[in-house]
């Protein structure tokens, strides 16, 4: 319910799941400082538009959705990764209020002050106040991005992220993990752990001892991980590298106390590429790495991203990719071909990669791919397989396995189970497969008995 007599505010939120996090923050402290969100031009007072500046589409695409937002209610404050080109975004859009970067959430909140009065300030109350404890989520209700650091120590050739966001600083272990238990406690089903890189959480405050629930917790990913896996809820790590301590993880995984699946955006297999990106643990022997850990946890799901026709990649270098993608079985992969990003120094680097050449290699590189995951995906016919539901259709719900990420990965699709709502956690037989997503049958509760 909306009060006429407060101010609102319209909110447009472009990007990755990370600054959807920054989004949901900057929504909850509006929320908490009296605002309404509107989900109308015309109703708002102001509108902020939480930008995506990673490659040159994404600012495009921002820069148009602030041109809407000028056109369509006048008052606009940018905020988000594009907050760093505030150059180009006055030069393209004068009208703009105000610009702050990614996660300046003080200095948006600050702006929106400015620009719509500020409600009579209240006290946070959870027995009044329209706000949960757990924040405003743009996410359904059932999974939520749980972000634990800023920033990134890594300088990829390709990425201007660090020079966007700055250096890594992760938050206390004590708060990741108070919001992590206010989440659950609020019925989020599944925690999507997100950061630039994961397995370099707590590098920057040498593991520091913090605490939570009174007790004494490293702010380290194993140390992270184990408490997570105490909450009774999914928990799935994204942008993890392969570095020799996420070995002590994967028992965990094994265990069934996080879920089996690591995220890791290898980007490419050839040594000489990947010291081009100057990708973190590039000297590390994956291929090792991988068949050991799914020695330990065989049910482990490894999904990557790739990048082909990097400036020097030659055929050989790309031949090596396939190779290593059939002998690693990545279950799932996302491939983009290289382009330049405004300030990114792969850009000054010498023989680059004709597009048609780089079109041909990423068709190769899906073909490959699409078949390692139907082979992969055709094996889990006949399992019985824990899945979520993130929605009810007419046909059916449609829901994920363990194994499937949101958004990013395959579904399970469930005929005639209308009767289930998002956020249920029940137990499905295969029936069947293609490249990417999965078919399968409700257990009764015989079968689940017998189970
Ligand atoms: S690890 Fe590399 S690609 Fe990822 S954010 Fe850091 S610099 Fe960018």
């Known amino acids: 319910m909306t009060d006429s007599s407060n101010s609102k505010v319209g ?61 369509e209610n006048g008052k606009v404050i940018v ?5 760093k080109d505030e150059e180009l975004i006055r030069e393209t859009h004068p009208e703009v209020l105000a610009v702050s970067g990614a996660a300046q959430y003080e200095q948006v909140v600050g702006q929106v002050h400015e620009w719509a009065p500020k409600p009579v300030a209240v006290e946070h109350n959870p027995f009044i106040d329209l706000v949960p404890d757990t924040g405003v989520k743009l996410t359904p209700r059932h999974y939520a991005y749980l972000k634990i650091s800023e920033g990134c120590n890594h300088r990829c050739t390709f990425c201007i992220i660090p020079s966007l966001r700055g250096d890594l600083v992760s938050r206390p272990v004590g708060d990741v993990l108070d919001e992590a238990q206010r989440l659950a406690d609020a019925g989020t089903r599944e925690l999507l752990v997100v950061s630039q890189d994961t397995s370099a959480y707590g590098v920057d405050v040498k593991y520091r001892t913090g605490f939570w629930q009174g007790r004494p917790v490293k702010t380290k990913m194993l140390d992270l991980c184990e408490a997570l896996g105490e909450l009774d809820v ?39 590429v990947l010291k081009a990106m100057k990708r973190p643990a590039a000297a590390e022997n994956t291929l090792n790495r991988i068949k050991k850990w799914r020695e330990i946890c065989p049910e482990l799901t490894i999904r990557s991203t790739f990048i082909v026709g990097f400036p020097g990649e030659t055929e050989e ?14 279950d799932r992969a996302g491939c983009f071909k290289y382009s330049a990003v405004d300030g990114a120094t792969a850009n000054e680097l010498a023989d680059p990669v004709p ?81 990417y997503d999965l078919w399968g049958r409700l257990l009764d509760a015989e079968e689940i008995m017998a189970e």
Not at 241 to 260: F, Q, R, S, T
Not at 317 to 330: G, N, T
Not at 365 to 391: C, N
Not at 392 to 418: K, N, Y
Request: charged share 25%; net charge negative; with cysteine.
């Open 317 to 330: 270098d790309f031949q090596m990719l396939l190779d290593w993608l059939e002998e690693a079985q990545i």
């Open 79 to 83: 905020t988000g990764c594009m907050g």
């Open 355 to 435: 597009e048609e050449v780089k079109e041909e290699r990423l068709a190769r590189f899906m073909e490959v791919q699409q078949r390692i995951s139907a082979e992969r995906l055709k094996l889990k016919i006949g399992t019985w397989q824990p899945v979520i539901i993130d929605e009810v259709v007419e046909e059916g719900a449609v829901g994920r396995t363990m194994h499937d990420a949101p958004e990013v990965d395959g579904q399970i699709f469930i005929d005639d189970a209308t009767h289930l709502s998002p956020g249920d956690q029940v137990l499905v037989e295969v029936i069947d497969a293609d490249e």
């Open 234 to 272: 999914w928990v799935r790590l994204h942008y993890v590298y392969p570095y020799p301590h996420v070995d002590n993880v994967i028992p965990l995984m094994a265990e069934g106390k996080i879920l089996p699946y690591l995220d890791i955006p290898f980007q490419h297999a050839s040594p000489k």
């Open 11 to 71: 909110f447009i939120s472009l990007g990755c799941p990370k600054a959807l996090v920054d989004s949901e923050r900057i929504l909850t402290q509006l929320k908490m400082d009296g605002y309404d969100v509107v989900p109308t031009y015309e109703d708002a007072d102001v509108v902020v538009v939480n930008t995506c500046g990673f490659i040159d589409s994404a600012k495009q695409e921002s820069l148009d959705a602030i041109g809407e937002a000028i056109k």
